[in-house]
């Protein structure tokens, strides 16, 4: 099974200013179609989880650009520009390449210092 | 408004059954594959099961393998998840989500496992 490894698992961050979230696979994620099926996730507090970005940096219907996608073979990383209060949640990647089973990273929990 | 709506959920004692269902509107719910995935209470997403569009193929997670059947209603645009021999460690929401890349979620449907 493919291990998705999230860092950090806890992020502070002052409103307004950048965030950073990895993501390592414990194998490269590109399909032999040519595709990385490398997705990213949010879920705020009490709500259901929501795709943010889908292929590594394709960002989803309304999701706004402050929130970007990046990466390639085995590791990823989503940026958030300047944060705003309503990005407060827990973030995950995860893979569609090797499946299955799909797996996710553990989560980052990202709040308002 | 493309919406999933899950139910069924509910308490269930340790060996007993369970179907939850997910309803899809607002888009051609046979044209998709369709997911499972769990989240236990203050853990992380575990993906539990998929469904081809025509429900020729499905795939599960190792943990609920022989207990669990995925299946599908093109028809009636239903989803259904039913879990057999449940175990305390299957608590969980249980959402559906559209596609094997989980574009869509609904608000998911809380199962507890306990005697």
């Known amino acids: 099974d493919v291990v998705m490894t999230q860092s950090p698992l806890s992020l502070p961050v002052t409103l307004g200013q950048p965030a950073s979230i990895s993501c390592t696979s414990s194998?490269?994620?590109?399909?032999?179609?040519?595709?990385?099926?490398l997705h990213w996730f949010q879920q705020r507090p009490g709500q259901s989880p929501r795709r943010l970005i889908y292929k590594v940096s394709n960002r989803d219907s309304g999701v706004p650009d402050r929130f970007s996608g990046s990466g390639s073979g085995t590791d990823f990383t989503l940026k958030i520009s300047r944060v705003e209060a309503e990005d407060v949640g827990v973030y995950y990647c995860m893979h569609g390449t090797l499946w299955p089973p799909i797996t996710f990273g553990q989560g980052t929990r990202l709040e308002i210092k | 408004e493309v919406q999933l709506v899950e139910s069924g959920g509910g308490l269930v004692q340790p060996g007993g059954s369970l179907r939850l269902s997910c309803a899809a509107s607002g888009f051609m719910f046979s044209s998709y594959w369709m997911s499972w995935v769990r989240q236990a209470p203050g853990k992380g997403l575990e993906w539990v099961a998929n469904?081809?569009?025509?429900?020729?193929?499905?795939y599960y997670v190792d943990s609920v393998k022989g207990r669990f059947t995925i299946s599908r209603d093109n028809a009636k645009n239903s989803l259904y998840l039913q879990m057999n021999s449940l175990r305390a460690e299957d608590t969980a929401v249980y959402y559906c989500a559209r596609e094997r890349a989980l574009a869509i979620w609904g608000q998911g449907t809380m199962v507890t496992v306990s005697s």
């Open positions: 469904i081809k569009r025509d429900g020729s193929e499905t």
């Open positions: 194998q490269s994620l590109v399909h032999s179609d040519g595709n990385t099926y």
